[in-house]
């Protein structure tokens, strides 16, 4: 498995999750890596981006909010959530965004981890 997301879950309106994702080395050295996004109907769309070198990105939607981060020693992505929103609900996935053409990626996708938010 390249690439593995886990730590979605139910949470109120307003709370908090991290979620995280191992990937393979082969994958997760020396590229930017990123967490998307998709709700049923939709298409998966761009959270948060992190360079390798710690350099970040956000979505308009989640700025402020979220929290991207990488930790280099253990191939990991994590995305921390704040002030979650029902909208904010949706199958989270990550991946490396392919360094030239921004609507690619460079692995194949993992089964991403849900994300509900509802009171």
């Known amino acids: 498995v390249q690439l593995q997301a886990s730590g979605g879950g139910l949470v109120q309106p307003g709370g908090s999750l991290r979620l995280s994702c191992a990937a393979s080395g082969r994958i997760f050295r020396g590229n930017d890596m990123g967490w998307y996004r998709q709700t049923p109907g939709n298409v998966r769309e761009l959270v948060a981006t992190?360079?390798?070198?710690?350099?970040?990105n956000y979505a308009d939607f989640v700025k402020g909010r979220f929290t991207i981060s990488r930790d280099n020693a253990k191939n990991t992505v994590i995305l921390q959530m704040h002030v979650l929103a029902p909208e904010d609900t949706a199958v989270y996935y990550c991946?490396?965004?392919?360094?030239?053409?921004?609507?690619?990626?460079?692995?194949?996708w993992g089964q991403g981890t849900q994300v509900t938010v509802s009171s």
């Open positions: 991946n490396a965004p392919h360094p030239i053409a921004a609507d690619y990626v460079l692995a194949p």
């Open positions: 992190i360079s390798s070198g710690g350099k970040t």
